[in-house]
């Protein structure tokens, strides 16, 4: 298994960080950006079509609360199973920038603030 190291590269779309998933770590995963298995999410599609790094970088929902691509009920479900909050990680990244983000991330060991 690989170690976490910190990387902005490492930054999914949706703002979970890949760097400290185990898939990842495991290298059964590409990660986020790089995973062309990965058409069926509609976060990256949106992303990948609008230039986005991620969901921190779009102009239309200035809350990313109020993306429904982002916000929608299977979001919802991992989010309660993994007591994980993407909102959270979008907020953060465009507070702090994603090499902030991504340095915390890797420091805690975790892909996702917890709610």
């Known amino acids: 298994m690989d170690q976490i190291t910190a990387g ?3 930054v999914a779309f949706c703002g979970l960080y890949c760097g400290a998933c185990r898939s990842y ?9 790089r995973n062309e298995k990965a ?3 509609k976060v990256r599609n949106c992303c ?13 929902a200035a ?5 429904k691509k982002l916000n929608n009920p299977i979001s919802k479900l991992f989010a309660l199973i993994f ?4 909102m959270a990680c979008i907020r953060a990244i465009k507070h702090d920038g994603y090499e902030t983000y991504a340095r ?11 709610r």
């Open 39 to 41: 058409k069926w999410c």
């Open 25 to 33: 770590l495991k290298n059964k995963c590409p990660g986020c950006a």
């Open 48 to 60: 990948l079509e609008n230039k986005y790094v991620s969901c921190a970088g779009c102009g239309v």
């Open 8 to 10: 902005k590269d490492l």
């Open 104 to 114: 915390e991330m890797a420091s805690k060991k975790t892909m996702s603030i917890k």
């Open 63 to 67: 809350d990313p609360a109020d993306c």
């Open 83 to 86: 007591r994980s909050d993407r």
